[in-house]
């Protein structure tokens, strides 16, 4: 049971926050070169907060990756990224939005996780002087070969957005707690929320703003990426969430959210149901096949993406809760 458990972690991590499509790179020649890029667009939380919004898809080489979110907060010392998003030239797109804005250099990036599609953009704010920070619990995801492998077949399924001179780039620095900074007078409270979606989720709170930089432990108008996470201190996550005193929620995938409880809420009852079907079956020594086609998806059919991610969120479930129940 070990074997299939961490088989199905690979499967996921392969898969990655989101998930490639299974790429038909080889037989169509540089289609991405010349397909209409995913639109990129700054808007406005409220005054000197901002972020772009990816498509709701599969990471491609026609969407150049652009399938997370990213956050950024003007203030008078410079401006606060929140997450790299997930190419250089996408980072590069988003410095562009930045400049629309303001000429203020990048003072810092903040990462939520360093899931691929909110990290290959990095060394394109490293390059222009940017502090990174984000959560030491990622330190050993960098170096694993789980992240080397990752980034070879990133290279192929998302080339030429991602290419040989994409690089993964370690923090400056590694929080292990929770932590306050404050840049030109605006206050931003770092707060770990891990092992949750990953194991070094942070979400990013601006107490004066009323505003929360959720990275992925909120997925928003679409099926969650549940993959290795642990589910149950996720759902734990969430109720720690539902307590900060927040305006607008800016998932780490989705629109932005004026609606936040609700929001919160969907992602935690999927959590929930998830393990609640999958931990019956996996008690009951059911087959996977059979619990999952006997399992009332009404409430989340609907939502994009149940048809590309549900199956495996189920199935990572269903081998966590076996995996739990020793
Ligand atoms: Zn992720």
């Given at each position: 049971m070990k074997v299939l458990f961490v088989r199905s972690l690979c499967v996921s991590l392969w898969l990655g926050c989101?998930?490639?499509?299974?790429?038909?790179?080889?037989?169509?020649?540089?289609?991405?070169?010349?397909?209409?890029?995913?639109?990129?667009?700054?808007?406005?939380?409220?005054?000197?907060?901002?972020?772009?919004?990816?498509?709701?898809?599969?990471?491609?080489?026609?969407?150049?990756?652009?399938?997370?979110?990213?956050?950024?907060?003007?203030?008078?010392?410079?401006?606060?990224?929140?997450?790299?998003?997930?190419?250089?030239?996408?980072?590069?797109?988003?410095?562009?939005?930045?400049?629309?804005?303001?000429?203020?250099?990048?003072?810092?990036?903040?990462?939520?996780?360093?899931?691929?599609?909110?990290?290959?953009?990095?060394?394109?704010?490293?390059?222009?002087?940017?502090?990174?920070?984000?959560?030491?619990?990622?330190?050993?995801?960098?170096?694993?070969?789980?992240?080397?492998?990752?980034?070879?077949?990133?290279?192929?399924?998302?080339?030429?957005?991602?290419?040989?001179?994409?690089?993964?780039?370690?923090?400056?620095?590694?929080?292990?707690?929770?932590?306050?900074?404050?840049?030109?007078?605006?206050?931003?409270?770092?707060?770990?929320?891990?092992?949750?979606?990953?194991?070094?989720?942070l979400v990013v709170y601006l107490p004066k703003q009323k505003v929360l930089f959720a990275g992925d432990l909120v997925f928003r108008n679409r099926i969650p990426f549940v993959g290795q996470a642990d589910s149950r201190h996720w759902i734990e996550a969430m109720e720690n969430l539902l307590q900060f005193d927040t305006r607008w929620v800016v998932p780490g995938h989705g629109p932005i959210s004026n609606d936040p409880k609700g929001d919160m809420t969907l992602t935690r009852d999927y959590l929930i149901y998830l393990r609640e079907v999958m931990g019956r079956a996996a008690r009951d020594m059911e087959p996977f096949e059979s619990a999952y086609d006997a399992t009332d998806w009404s409430k989340f059919d609907k939502m994009p993406l149940f048809k590309s991610a549900n199956r495996m969120n189920a199935y990572n479930t269903y081998l966590l809760m076996e995996h739990e129940a020793k």
């Amino acid at each position: 049971m070990k074997v299939l458990f961490v088989r199905s972690l690979c499967v996921s991590l392969w898969l990655g926050c989101l998930g490639f499509a299974i790429s038909a790179h080889a037989e169509k020649p540089l289609p991405q070169m010349t397909a209409p890029k995913p639109l990129m667009q700054a808007k406005q939380v409220v005054p000197n907060v901002y972020y772009v919004e990816g498509v709701s898809e599969m990471g491609s080489s026609a969407n150049q990756n652009f399938i997370s979110n990213a956050g950024f907060v003007v203030t008078p010392a410079g401006v606060v990224v929140i997450d790299a998003l997930g190419s250089p030239e996408l980072a590069r797109r988003l410095l562009a939005e930045i400049t629309k804005v303001t000429n203020k250099p990048i003072h810092t990036v903040v990462l939520t996780h360093y899931h691929a599609d909110h990290i290959y953009g990095l060394q394109v704010f490293k390059d222009v002087g940017a502090r990174i920070v984000a959560h030491g619990a990622a330190r050993e995801y960098l170096t694993s070969d789980t992240a080397r492998l990752r980034l070879d077949i990133s290279r192929q399924e998302l080339w030429p957005w991602v290419d040989e001179k994409t690089r993964l780039v370690p923090a400056d620095e590694w929080l292990i707690t929770s932590k306050m900074f404050v840049v030109g007078g605006v206050r931003f409270d770092i707060q770990p929320v891990g092992p949750s979606h990953t194991a070094e989720d942070l979400v990013v709170y601006l107490p004066k703003q009323k505003v929360l930089f959720a990275g992925d432990l909120v997925f928003r108008n679409r099926i969650p990426f549940v993959g290795q996470a642990d589910s149950r201190h996720w759902i734990e996550a969430m109720e720690n969430l539902l307590q900060f005193d927040t305006r607008w929620v800016v998932p780490g995938h989705g629109p932005i959210s004026n609606d936040p409880k609700g929001d919160m809420t969907l992602t935690r009852d999927y959590l929930i149901y998830l393990r609640e079907v999958m931990g019956r079956a996996a008690r009951d020594m059911e087959p996977f096949e059979s619990a999952y086609d006997a399992t009332d998806w009404s409430k989340f059919d609907k939502m994009p993406l149940f048809k590309s991610a549900n199956r495996m969120n189920a199935y990572n479930t269903y081998l966590l809760m076996e995996h739990e129940a020793k």
